[in-house]
């Protein structure tokens, strides 16, 4: 649901600021400049927007587990051992919220969120624990077939997964432009990022498959710039223009192109017709991000269409 709110009322949800996007949270200025129109907020339902999340996010962090003891080199038994907890902890807490989905309350489900919020802030301190010891040199330094790249990323995607449950905890309220234009800047990085995995683990042999791969890493990183301009223009009230509408309906459009481009790949390699270092569960989980994205999408243009200056 969409609300127009008063810009006080707005304030006391949001705090509005300039801020780069390469700029740490401390450097944002905090000042603010006049709403010129009326900023509409976007407001969920805290419980089917929880529900559908932990659905969503606990199956992918459980596969980000299974992937990264499938890279680590096999002297590293501990890390090994680690990333099999955190796969046997989501599995069970992915089963906990099928239960409550099929009967949830306030009550359980803001156990639930809380229970993904603590064991997710582990897995990501985790991940970043082995992202240093990637990059470091020494003693420390671990080998192994984990890109840093992608702990990176599936890093961000914890990150992402702890945002939006505190902020359903919270009720956090905040311009509707705000957030399309960050879902769109993340998830546009990601297809970026999936298109270089898909590009570096597909055999060399494969050279249409692999121009391919290389064409959306390429579009997909244009896109994000442009959302990084956008988000920078409508910054500090995050009011709704016309140029957003048509901004989503561009990604949404292109997410589309990869969502049935990594389809195609993943039905090839599991009928092992295409050659490459992929395993069949990593394309049937890059498709599902995104196809995360398409619905994120959607429900943005559904929501833009509901507003008065749209209709
Ligand atoms: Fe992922
Ligand atoms: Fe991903």
Redesign the pocket.
């Known amino acids: 649901m969409v609300m127009p709110v008063s810009r006080d009322d707005l304030f006391s949800q949001f705090k509005p600021g300039f801020c780069q996007p390469d700029c740490i949270e401390q450097d944002c200025s905090t000042f603010t400049c006049p709403a010129a129109m009326e900023i509409p907020t976007i407001q969920g339902d805290f419980i089917a927007d929880s529900i559908d999340n932990n659905l969503f996010w606990l199956r992918?962090m459980m596969?980000?587990a299974l992937f990264m003891r499938l890279g680590f080199a096999c002297v590293n038994v501990d890390l090994i051992a680690e990333a099999q907890q955190y796969e046997r902890s989501y599995a069970k807490l992915l089963n906990q919220a099928q239960m409550i989905a099929k009967n949830p309350t306030e009550q359980n489900v803001r156990t639930l969120n809380q229970a993904s919020i603590d064991l997710t802030k582990k897995f990501t301190c985790f991940k970043t624990q082995v992202l240093n010891r990637i990059l470091t040199c020494g003693p420390a330094k671990i080998g192994g077939y984990n890109f840093p790249l992608l702990i990176d990323?599936?890093r961000r995607?914890a990150i992402a997964f702890i945002g939006r449950l505190i902020a359903l905890q919270t009720c956090r309220r905040e311009p509707l432009a705000l957030t399309i234009v960050r879902d769109l800047t993340f998830w546009h990085r990601i297809m970026a990022d999936h298109a270089k995995f898909i590009l570096h683990l597909l055999d060399p042999s494969e050279r249409q498959f692999v121009e391919q791969a290389n064409l959306f890493s390429t579009l997909f990183d244009q896109k994000q710039l442009e959302a990084l301009d956008l988000k920078s223009m409508l910054e500090p009230n995050f009011p709704v223009y016309p140029v957003i509408k048509r901004f989503t309906k561009d990604s949404l459009r292109v997410a589309i192109q990869i969502r049935d481009f990594k389809a195609a790949a993943t039905e090839l390699i599991a009928a092992c017709e295409l050659l490459s270092v992929i395993p069949t569960l990593l394309g049937d989980?890059?498709r599902r991000?995104a196809d995360r994205f398409i619905q994120t999408a959607e429900r943005r243009l559904a929501e833009m269409s509901r507003l008065t200056q749209f209709a």
Do not use: G, P, T
């Open positions: 992918i596969e980000h990323h599936i995607e989980h890059v991000e």
